[in-house]
């Protein structure tokens, strides 16, 4: 075995100093990320508030004055139906209310970025990297440690196999 002995002290360390890293990594990606999220929260909340205000004077400006009188768009086929509006009068009413609809239902899905964010992302990523070769590090010495007490365990019982077996052999022979 030219594999160095690894005592329980040096892991218990090892691991103790790798736990202490693994929370100062959470707690920092915890709180870049709260940072980001109120910072984008912030940032969406005055362009959301704008692309209402837009939105809101779309739809108030006359352009969809022509929808007053339906309710539902069954009600364009209907008055087609019954011969109160033309073919092309539906056509156009439909299209507007398709217009309307789509202006109504506009919600922007895009993430915000910009040159903040970036840093903050940039900032996590490094914050994950920071510690992870010693993390890396504990984690290999638990395994080969354990590795180690298997071994000594299989050893042991394979000694007291013989031991057993010798015992035996002596108890029969006499």
């Known amino acids: 075995m030219s594999e160095k002995l690894i005592f329980l002290d040096d892991l218990e360390e090892k691991e103790k100093e790798a736990l202490e890293k693994q929370k100062a990594i959470n707690k920092a990606s915890f709180l870049i990320n709260d940072a980001k999220a109120r910072y984008i929260k912030e940032k969406t909340r005055a362009r ?12 108030n400006s006359g352009r969809f004055d022509k929808l007053n009188e339906y309710a539902r768009f069954e009600d364009i086929q209907e008055s087609y139906g019954y011969d ?52 890396d590090e504990a984690q290999d010495l638990r395994k080969r440690f354990d590795k180690q007490v298997k071994e000594a365990n299989e050893a042991a019982q394979e000694w007291m196999d013989r031991q057993n077996a010798a015992y035996e052999k002596y108890v029969r022979g006499s």
């Open 48 to 59: 959301s508030k704008k692309a209402a205000q837009e939105k809101d004077a779309i739809l």
């Open 84 to 135: 109160c509006i033309t073919e092309k009068q539906r056509d156009e009413l439909e299209a507007l209310w398709e217009e309307r609809e789509q202006i109504k239902k506009h919600i922007d899905n895009g993430v915000y970025e910009d040159l903040v964010t970036k840093a903050l992302f940039e900032a996590w990523k490094h914050v994950q990297d920071l510690w992870c070769d010693e993390i």
